[in-house]
Every structure is written in structure tokens, then in C-alpha cells.
């Protein structure tokens, strides 16, 4: 076989196994390949997947695309999804092919997601450099442009030489498979080495399991968790990603109602349980719930559960202000079990931990009003999120309607799918789940453009798994601009995707945050230049109408216009993209909203150094502010 030949086939024949609660699932890891063609890859990997697109069309299915960026987006999303059991490979041409992934690896890497990137590189044997494309450095010949995949990746690897091939794809697949080490694995494939013959064996093309690692807790961290948990008045659950990606929610819940003590979330914690669960305080941190960071700003003793502890989960370490407060920090990746000097860390599966910890307990019950404290927090919150969502503006809405339409028009069952911008954070604070995969937001790189390719890849999933559910993606227009191709192999493959594009003519988030930082909202806007000032800030509006720009592209668009009853045919108009067939491609819904209607106030903080000296005023105000936001910053060092 040609090495190419040897990569598709080994691919095709990978599975992950995974064992939930003594029930197993066996799940392809890797069911298809994406691949835009040049002279890097075009006579290697794609003459591999023609040849068995012919002889076995079901080994390695191949997917288009319209960006290698936007490919890895289309896989994080499906990896997400399927809980980390699944991701696509990527295959590219050389230089720009490749490069054009960077982004994408870092975003899966940094969201501990997994995707195999397999980016062709320049000849192993140098005949005939300097070939296209080709990046040359006078000091050292033997870096190449994949060498920037190096620390943007949990793998890295080249494949100068055809016999490196099995130990290459053997460790790749072995990280890619590991919840507490995934995350980009790439594979560098020189052109030449690709189209080389090889002697295979045959057991390298067998089929392989790969089981996903869930590990128990130690019985002596478990023991001292629940002696702390004991000994605490006012402890607090944080609630991360890895709670969902070890199918913990419901031991979750069993957790918090045996005990009352509350859970808020992180960004990729929503739908760890219900947002009306009575226990459930909602987001926390720079873009939480009121309810959410009342009760941390008191806690004594914080629980977290798969979580990072990104800075705007702490508020930028402002959150917790209890001066005795603890961590216990559940985690299957030590990195994160270690964090904020907890001397508490338990190292194991969140599903399992929490089993161990509920039984170490043997019913325990956290004392004091905090319940009724709780109570009293959602209810507030609640009336906040309810007037924010039924207060009309004309006739531009503001993005608070627009999520609440949204949300309303949905069913439970249903995915919202954003990334960055103004609108996640808005999400994360307002948007009331209801299913564990009922909320997809990208907040961990927080890439401009994921939400399109994200949301086709997290549809791709739900398609593949047979799930009745709908995917909506809402989108800004800045996100929009950076990366909407991918509506063309939503058309080109007639998968019903669901848009929410909403048009505010500039950069709503980071305008709003310039204003407060006292740059006033500078290069925020979609203005004509003004030559004399050369600024963007008081030209006439540009005439954009991305409704008609999806239009060319093949989409169907719905155009909400503005007026006195944006609100309602919003949601009449999401209500008909969901009655739309499956095989009718994308549907786009364009609604204008004001920027400058903002969400309700977390009442928390999140850390942008403001300038210390200015000649603007409104520079010097904002500094003042900031300097009296640090003195509350803490250290947190156990």
C-alpha cells in the first residue's frame, strides 16, 4: 500500500469504547474525513480516498468544505456532541492549506476537544526544494510551517519516513482517546511520503478499540472531600464541561437534592441540570446570574466538577470572597484538579467521584437557610431575566428579546449553538436549557466564526445519531463575516441548519467593553472612513444586507423587518424553519437588534487592564474603576 492508502484504512477501522454505568457503547472514532485538495495532498491522501470510495464507500467517507479553519470548527462541533467518542480527520495541502488549521487546533485544544489534523507537508526527501509553498529559514532547514502546530497541539508529529507511520498513528489516536490529554493530534504527512509504498501488516489494519479512560477516586481523597463538605456552612457546586462529557448530570442532581447544596455553571456546564432545577443558580462569573454570584461571593467551600476555572468563571478571581474559602476540585485532567492551591484535589471521572462522594456522605444535608436563600436568589433572577425578555424596544429589539423569541420557539430537545461576540455571554446568564445537549457555546477559545461550521458539525451529529432535534445557531454579524462559507456545504449537502443572524452593523461585545474601559467604543463600528480623521466612528452606515449575501450562496432567508412586531414573527419565524424538511438546507433568519440595549448586570467584574495614564477623561474614569475592582482580586493559593 502507499502510506496515504495505509492512513485511510487503519482510520476506518478505529472504535472508542466507552462504559457508562455498566452499559457500553461502541462508537466509530473517526467516521469520515474532511479534505480540501491541492498538490500537497490531491496524489496522496486523496487518490486513498478515491481508490476506496470505489472498492469500500463506506471505509472513510469523504466531506467538502470551504475552509480547513472551518473543517476543524465542523469536527469540534461533532466531538462535542458525541461526548469526545467521536471526531472527523482533516486532511490539507501544504503551506496555506495547512495553516489555514492553526486556528481550528488551537480552539480544540485549549476546549480539550479532540480532532486529528493531517497537514501535508513539504517533500521529506528535499529533491526538489524549494518546492510551492514552501516556508525556508536560513538557520535551520528542518522547520517547516506544521512545526507552528507544535504547541498549539496535544501531539505532534512528522512522518519523514514510511515506517514511522504505525508508532505515529498508534500514539496520535492514543492521546485523541484520552479524556484528561485530548485535543488537536496532528500528523504531518510530507507529499512524497504519502505516495510511497509500504509494506503493511496486517494487524495495523485490523480493527481497534480504544476504551475512553474513566478512572475511580481514591478512597482517601473521597474521605477528606466529604470531612471538608461536613465542616462547611455555605459550600457551592461549579459545574464544568467535564461533568456532561462523563454523563454525570444525573448523579449531579441526585447529588445537589441530597445534600441542597447549590451548582452553578460554567459556560460548558449549561445543561448539567434543568435551569428551573431548584437547586440550579445558574452561570457564574463575569457573565452569571445575579443568584449564582451572591451565593459564591459567600461560599466557604467551592466544589468544582469539571471545570477549568476559566477567568470568567472566578470573575477574574473576584467571585469567591468568603476569607476562609476552600476548593475541592473534581477532575479527571490533574491539571485542573491542582488549581487555585487546593490541597483537596480528587483526580477521577466526575460520574464516579460524585457516586463515591454521595455514598461518603450517607445523607448528609447542608444546614442552615441556605435553601431558602437559594429560593430567594432564583426568584430574583428569574423576574430579571423575565422583564429583560418581555420589555419591547422599537423598532429595533434589543438582543434580550431576540434571545428570549429565540429560546421560546425552541424545543427542549433542541441545540443553540454561538460562540463569541456579545451573544454568549448573554446566553450563558439568560438562556433557560432544558437538556443536557441542549447548549453548545464555544466559550473556551471563544472564536469569531465557529458558529456556523460549529453548529453544521454539531448537526451532523445529531443526524448521524438518528436524534430528533434541531440545531440553531445564533450568529452576530461580525462572526458571520469572518467565516459564513460554510452555509455552501450546508446547501451542497441539503442539511437543514437553522441561522439567527443577527445584524447590529459592528462589534456589539467588545464596543460595549471599549465604552466601559473608556476607549469609546473606537473601531467597533461598520462606518465609511472619515479621510480627515481617518476614523470609522462617525461615517455613514455601510450598505450591508447579509440577507442577500446568503441569498447568493443558495440559503433560504427569512428577513424579519424592523418594526412593532420584530418579537413576534421572530418566533413565527423559527417555528417554520423547524417545519422545514431535513433535506431543505439552511435556513437563514436576519433580524436587526440596537446594539446598545444591554443584558442585565451579573453585578461581577472580569479583568481588562485599563490603561494607567490618558488624556481622555473617559480613560481616566474607567482607570479609577478598575483600581478599585483589583483591590478585591484574591490570590487563591489554597
Given at each position: 500500500?502507499?502510506?496515504?492508502?495505509?492512513?485511510?484504512?487503519?482510520?476506518?477501522?478505529?472504535?472508542?469504547?466507552?462504559?457508562?454505568?455498566?452499559?457500553?457503547?461502541?462508537?466509530?472514532?473517526?467516521?469520515?474525513?474532511?479534505?480540501?485538495?491541492?498538490?500537497?495532498?490531491?496524489?496522496?491522501?486523496?487518490?486513498?480516498?478515491?481508490?476506496?470510495?470505489?472498492?469500500?464507500?463506506?471505509?472513510?467517507?469523504?466531506?467538502q468544505?470551504?475552509?480547513?479553519?472551518?473543517?476543524?470548527?465542523?469536527?469540534?462541533?461533532?466531538?462535542?456532541?458525541?461526548?469526545?467518542?467521536?471526531?472527523?480527520?482533516?486532511?490539507?495541502?501544504?503551506?496555506?492549506?495547512?495553516?489555514?488549521?492553526?486556528?481550528?487546533?488551537?480552539?480544540?485544544?485549549?476546549?480539550?476537544?479532540?480532532?486529528?489534523?493531517?497537514?501535508?507537508?513539504?517533500f521529506?526527501?528535499?529533491?526538489?526544494?524549494?518546492?510551492?509553498?514552501?516556508?525556508?529559514?536560513?538557520?535551520?532547514?528542518?522547520?517547516?510551517?506544521n512545526?507552528?502546530?507544535?504547541?498549539?497541539?496535544?501531539?505532534?508529529?512528522?512522518?519523514?519516513?514510511?515506517?514511522?507511520?504505525?508508532?505515529?498513528?498508534y500514539?496520535?489516536?492514543?492521546?485523541?482517546?484520552?479524556p484528561?490529554?485530548?485535543?488537536?493530534?496532528?500528523?504531518?504527512?510530507?507529499?512524497?511520503?504519502?505516495?510511497?509504498?509500504?509494506?503493511?501488516?496486517?494487524?495495523?489494519?485490523?480493527?481497534?478499540?480504544?476504551?475512553?479512560?474513566r478512572?475511580?477516586?481514591?478512597?482517601?481523597?473521597?474521605?477528606?472531600?466529604?470531612?471538608?463538605?461536613r465542616?462547611?456552612?455555605?459550600?457551592?457546586?461549579?459545574?464544568?464541561?467535564?461533568?456532561?462529557?462523563?454523563?454525570?448530570?444525573?448523579?449531579?442532581?441526585?447529588?445537589?437534592?441530597?445534600?441542597?447544596?447549590?451548582v452553578?455553571?460554567?459556560?460548558?456546564?449549561?445543561?448539567?441540570?434543568?435551569?428551573?432545577?431548584?437547586?440550579?443558580?445558574?452561570?457564574?462569573?463575569?457573565?452569571?446570574?445575579?443568584?449564582?454570584?451572591?451565593?459564591?461571593?459567600?461560599?466557604?467551600?467551592?466544589?468544582?466538577i469539571?471545570?477549568?476555572?476559566?477567568?470568567?468563571?472566578?470573575?477574574?478571581?473576584?467571585?469567591?470572597?468568603?476569607?476562609?474559602?476552600?476548593?475541592?476540585?473534581?477532575?479527571?485532567?490533574?491539571?485542573?484538579?491542582?488549581?487555585?492551591?487546593?490541597?483537596?484535589?480528587?483526580?477521577?471521572?466526575?460520574?464516579?467521584?460524585?457516586?463515591?462522594?454521595?455514598?461518603?456522605?450517607?445523607?448528609?444535608?447542608?444546614?442552615?437557610?441556605?435553601?431558602?436563600?437559594?429560593?430567594?436568589?432564583k426568584?430574583?433572577?428569574?423576574?430579571?431575566?423575565?422583564?429583560?425578555?418581555?420589555?419591547?424596544?422599537?423598532?429595533l429589539?434589543?438582543?434580550?428579546?431576540?434571545?428570549?423569541?429565540?429560546?421560546?420557539?425552541?424545543?427542549?430537545?433542541?441545540?443553540v449553538?454561538?460562540?463569541?461576540?456579545s451573544l454568549?455571554?448573554d446566553?450563558?446568564?439568560?438562556?433557560?436549557?432544558?437538556?443536557?445537549?441542549?447548549?453548545?457555546?464555544?466559550?473556551?477559545?471563544?472564536?469569531?466564526?465557529?458558529?456556523?461550521?460549529?453548529?453544521?458539525?454539531?448537526?451532523?451529529?445529531?443526524?448521524?445519531?438518528?436524534?430528533?432535534?434541531?440545531?440553531?445557531?445564533?450568529?452576530?454579524?461580525?462572526?458571520y463575516?469572518?467565516?459564513?462559507?460554510?452555509?455552501?456545504?450546508?446547501v451542497?449537502?441539503?442539511?437543514?441548519?437553522?441561522?439567527?443572524?443577527?445584524?447590529?452593523?459592528?462589534?456589539?461585545?467588545?464596543?460595549?467593553?471599549?465604552?466601559?474601559l473608556?476607549?469609546?467604543?473606537?473601531?467597533?463600528?461598520?462606518?465609511?472612513?472619515?479621510?480627515?480623521?481617518?476614523?470609522?466612528?462617525?461615517?455613514?452606515?455601510?450598505?450591508?444586507?447579509?440577507?442577500?449575501?446568503?441569498?447568493?450562496?443558495?440559503v433560504?432567508?427569512?428577513?424579519?423587518?424592523?418594526?412593532?412586531?420584530?418579537i413576534?414573527?421572530?418566533?413565527?419565524?423559527?417555528?417554520?424553519?423547524?417545519?422545514?424538511?431535513?433535506?431543505?438546507?439552511?435556513?437563514?433568519?436576519?433580524?436587526?437588534?440596537?446594539?446598545?440595549?444591554?443584558?442585565?448586570?451579573?453585578?461581577?467584574?472580569?479583568?481588562?487592564?485599563?490603561?494607567?495614564?490618558?488624556?481622555?477623561?473617559?480613560?481616566?474614569?474607567?482607570?479609577?474603576t478598575?483600581?478599585?475592582?483589583?483591590?478585591?482580586?484574591?490570590?487563591?493559593?489554597?
Open positions: 500500500m502507499t502510506v496515504a492508502q495505509a492512513v485511510v484504512e487503519f482510520l476506518g477501522k478505529q472504535y472508542t469504547i466507552d462504559n457508562i454505568g455498566g452499559q457500553e457503547y461502541r462508537e466509530r472514532l473517526i467516521p469520515g474525513m474532511f479534505g480540501i485538495f491541492g498538490h500537497g495532498n490531491v496524489a496522496g491522501v486523496g487518490q486513498a480516498l478515491k481508490q476506496f470510495q470505489v472498492s469500500d464507500p463506506t471505509l472513510m467517507p469523504y466531506y468544505g470551504r475552509n480547513e479553519q472551518a473543517q476543524a470548527h465542523q469536527s469540534v462541533g461533532y466531538a462535542r456532541h458525541t461526548r469526545r467518542r467521536q471526531t472527523f480527520a482533516i486532511s490539507t495541502s501544504v503551506g496555506p492549506g495547512s495553516t489555514n488549521l492553526l486556528t481550528g487546533a488551537a480552539l480544540a485544544t485549549t476546549n480539550r476537544l479532540p480532532v486529528l489534523l493531517l497537514p501535508s507537508d513539504t521529506a526527501t528535499r529533491v526538489s526544494d524549494p518546492v510551492l509553498q514552501q516556508l525556508e529559514r536560513p538557520d535551520a532547514y528542518d522547520i517547516t510551517v512545526d507552528a502546530f507544535r504547541p498549539l497541539s496535544r501531539f505532534f508529529d512528522r512522518v519523514s519516513r514510511p515506517e514511522q507511520l504505525f508508532s505515529a498513528m500514539s496520535g489516536l492514543r492521546v485523541l482517546t484520552d484528561a490529554d485530548t485535543g488537536a493530534v496532528t500528523i504531518s504527512l510530507p507529499q512524497d511520503v504519502q505516495a510511497e509504498a509500504l509494506d503493511v501488516p496486517e494487524e495495523f489494519l485490523a480493527e481497534r478499540e480504544w476504551r475512553i479512560r478512572p475511580e477516586p481514591e478512597d482517601t481523597d473521597i474521605s477528606r472531600a466529604a470531612a471538608a463538605i465542616g462547611a456552612k455555605a459550600p457551592m457546586i461549579i459545574a464544568g464541561g467535564g461533568v456532561l462529557y462523563a454523563f454525570a448530570h444525573e448523579q449531579l442532581a441526585a447529588f445537589a437534592e441530597l445534600t441542597g447544596i447549590p452553578g455553571n460554567t459556560q460548558a456546564g449549561v445543561g448539567v441540570l434543568p435551569w428551573d432545577h431548584p437547586f440550579s443558580v445558574g452561570a457564574v462569573g463575569s457573565t452569571g446570574t445575579t443568584a449564582a454570584n451572591a451565593l459564591a461571593a459567600n461560599a466557604d467551600l467551592i466544589i468544582g469539571g471545570t477549568r476555572y476559566e477567568d470568567f468563571t472566578t470573575a477574574s478571581r473576584t467571585a469567591f470572597q468568603n476569607p476562609g474559602v476552600q476548593f475541592i476540585n473534581i477532575n479527571v485532567a490533574p491539571l485542573d484538579a491542582y488549581k487555585h492551591g487546593t490541597s483537596l484535589p480528587i483526580v477521577a471521572d466526575a460520574r464516579k467521584a460524585l457516586l463515591k462522594l454521595t455514598e461518603a456522605l450517607g445523607g448528609y444535608r447542608v444546614g442552615g437557610d441556605l435553601e431558602s436563600t437559594i429560593a430567594a436568589q426568584r430574583r433572577w428569574n423576574s430579571i431575566v423575565e422583564a429583560s425578555f418581555d420589555t419591547r424596544f422599537t423598532p429589539p434589543s438582543q434580550n428579546e431576540i434571545i428570549g423569541a429565540t429560546n421560546r420557539a425552541m424545543d427542549a430537545r433542541d441545540v449553538v454561538c460562540a463569541a461576540g454568549p455571554g446566553l450563558h446568564k439568560m438562556w433557560r436549557v432544558r437538556d443536557p445537549f441542549g447548549y453548545h457555546v464555544e466559550y473556551a477559545y471563544s472564536c469569531m466564526g465557529y458558529e456556523i461550521p460549529g453548529g453544521l458539525g454539531v448537526k451532523r451529529a445529531v443526524l448521524a445519531a438518528g436524534e430528533d432535534r434541531d440545531v440553531v445557531v445564533m450568529v452576530g454579524d461580525g462572526s463575516l469572518m467565516m459564513h462559507t460554510e452555509l455552501v456545504t450546508a451542497a449537502e441539503k442539511i437543514k441548519l437553522i441561522v439567527v443572524l443577527v445584524q447590529n452593523h459592528g462589534y456589539a461585545s467588545i464596543g460595549a467593553l471599549s465604552e466601559s473608556g476607549s469609546q467604543r473606537f473601531g467597533t463600528k461598520y462606518r465609511t472612513l472619515n479621510k480627515e480623521q481617518h476614523s470609522f466612528d462617525d461615517g455613514e452606515r455601510l450598505p450591508i444586507d447579509l440577507a442577500t449575501n446568503a441569498e447568493s450562496l443558495g433560504r432567508v427569512i428577513r424579519i423587518e424592523p418594526g412593532e412586531n420584530v413576534a414573527e421572530l418566533e413565527a419565524a423559527v417555528a417554520t424553519a423547524k417545519a422545514a424538511p431535513e433535506n431543505g438546507g439552511p435556513i437563514v433568519i436576519h433580524v436587526e437588534t440596537d446594539p446598545l440595549l444591554d443584558a442585565p448586570a451579573s453585578e461581577s467584574w472580569w479583568d481588562v487592564p485599563v490603561s494607567a495614564l490618558s488624556e481622555l477623561a473617559s480613560t481616566q474614569e474607567a482607570f479609577a478598575y483600581t478599585d475592582h483589583k483591590t478585591r482580586q484574591r490570590p487563591l493559593l489554597g
